[in-house]
């Protein structure tokens, strides 16, 4: 269906990946039923339609890996293939019946607030919308970042981003791999299965931990999922700098190193200078033994120019490819989405985060009234599934439309008092965390303020504690709650 000049909807929901189709789901069954849900793709699913390079995987336990109110009883394996959970996410919104919500191929190209309305004018791919209520639910991996390498776009033979595959690479080519990520560690092993060569460029070694994964027998139960939580909740003790539970982590990560890797000047290489977690935590039983095949090379420097089919690199090493992938990571902090979305006077969400995202509870932004925020400002866990939050997000996203139509749907605004005591909390807290004092640069940083804005600091189950269920208190004008008291 195609949005007429004339149409509107209660609330529009912009993306349609976990976060969207979760909210969706929730939508129809509060009763709820005009809502669109805008995907700019052909189809659901979000990072995981987008990337479906070889090994493409979850890095969470699939037990905690489906909606609690929609669970998956029959995951293969203890750690799900991405194409797995992509099917996962087509069968939700099919079975919650979101089919006729759902416009595929419709791209937002401008959201702005109408304050005589008091409704959102949405600028589409496919024409304008208006909105009493917006959602964002782009996610955080959704906008590939490529880097300014010199003399790339000079590159004769293949060059693509890890989340916009090549489907007809064909087998036996020489390989170029820019990046130690999380994708660059599960797919490597799969490219060196097929390539004639692999070359990895690496800038800074991630820390490694053992995966452990394994198909579920033909019956067998899945580990019970609030266990699962909780012993997932407890890692945050090892994200906090100085504690024995960081110690632990790092000798768990340095003795699967040692295990695997027995050449000392290699391991010297793929050894960190950084605590365990300040950059994300990467887990894989093959990453070592890939880069010691001997077709396989580690360069441990970054790329920094292409001449013809030569990939320079940093160290003035040279190198010989055919096919060039980009497992640079995406736009975090910095989310393109932002400069579309203009609040109060005309200010942007971007101009607003000019010194780092900011909200309250993760969800909601001073000058942007009934704008919800799913994963976005420290919305995102650095040791449990993202889903913890975003299901807790999509319960305070219903409580504030309950609560929009209890008080005669006037527009809800968080005050700018609560933001900034949301955000001074959260600034605190991150304080003591190794994403601050582990030593190095990683995408949950803002690279201008150097704050702490992708992750909350505190654990899964105390987020949703106190942003589960939506508290109208801090829409006060002078409203400074912040969802309880800090733990």
């Not at 917006?134 to 000079?154: K, M, Q, Y």
């Not at 030593?439 to 690279?447: A, H």
Request: net charge negative; glycine share 10%; charged share 25%.
């Amino acid at each position: 269906m195609i949005p007429t000049s004339s149409e509107r909807v209660d609330v529009a929901v912009v993306g349609a990946g976990l976060a969207g189709v979760g909210l969706g789901a929730r939508l129809r069954r509060a009763g709820r039923t005009d809502f669109a849900l805008l995907e700019r793709a052909d189809d659901v699913g979000g990072t995981w339609r987008d990337n479906v390079y070889p090994g493409v995987s979850c890095d969470i336990p699939s037990a905690l890996y489906s909606y609690s109110f929609l669970p998956q009883p029959a995951w293969s394996r203890v750690f799900a293939p991405g194409a797995e959970i992509h099917e996962y996410v087509r069968d939700v919104a099919r079975s919650e019946g979101l089919a006729p919500h759902l416009r595929l191929g419709t791209g937002l190209t401008g959201a702005r607030w109408d304050e005589d309305e008091a409704a959102w004018r949405l600028t589409t791919s496919r024409g304008p919308l208006t909105a009493r209520v917006l959602v964002t639910a782009v996610g955080r991996l959704s906008e590939p970042r490529v880097p300014g390498i010199r003399g790339l776009g000079t590159f004769p033979g293949r060059v693509f981003h890890s989340a916009r595959w090549d489907r007809d690479l064909p087998d036996g080519l020489r390989i170029g791999v820019v990046g130690t990520g999380a994708s660059a560690v599960q797919l490597v092993p799969e490219l060196a299965r097929r390539a004639a060569s692999v070359v990895v460029l690496q800038r800074t070694p991630p820390w490694v931990l053992p995966r452990g994964d394994r198909a579920y027998a033909p019956g067998e139960a899945l580990p019970d999922r609030a266990a699962l939580a909780e012993e997932a909740d407890r890692l945050f003790e090892a994200r906090i700098a100085g504690t024995t539970a960081e110690a632990a982590l790092r000798e768990r990560a340095e003795s699967h190193l040692r295990a695997q890797v027995p050449d000392p000047a290699l391991r010297a290489l793929l050894t960190p200078d950084y605590a365990v977690g300040c950059k994300r935590a990467l887990f894989s039983d093959d990453w070592y033994p890939a880069l010691q095949q001997p077709h396989v090379t580690l360069e441990p420097s970054a790329a920094a120019g292409v001449e013809g089919s030569t990939l320079v690199a940093a160290s003035g090493a040279r190198y010989e490819v055919d096919v060039l992938v980009l497992a640079t990571g995406f736009e975090t902090t910095r989310p393109p989405f932002a400069r579309l979305v203009a609040g109060r006077d005309g200010r942007t969400l971007a101009e607003h985060w000019a010194d780092g995202m900011t909200s309250h509870a993760s969800t909601v932004v001073h000058g942007f009234p009934n704008l919800f925020v799913l994963d976005g400002p420290n919305a995102g866990l650095g040791h449990h599934s993202a889903l913890e939050v975003i299901e807790a997000q999509i319960g305070y996203v219903l409580g504030g439309l309950d609560h929009l139509d209890a008080t005669g749907r006037r527009p809800l605004e968080v005050s700018a008092a609560a933001e900034a005591a949301y955000t001074r909390e959260v600034d605190e807290r991150a304080a003591g965390t190794v994403w601050l004092r582990g030593g190095c640069r990683s995408w949950y940083v803002d690279e201008h303020s150097g704050r702490l804005t992708l992750l909350w600091p505190g654990r899964a189950a105390e987020y949703r504690e106190r942003f589960g269920v939506f508290d109208p208190a801090p829409f006060a004008p002078d409203g400074v709650g912040v969802g309880g008291p800090p733990r």
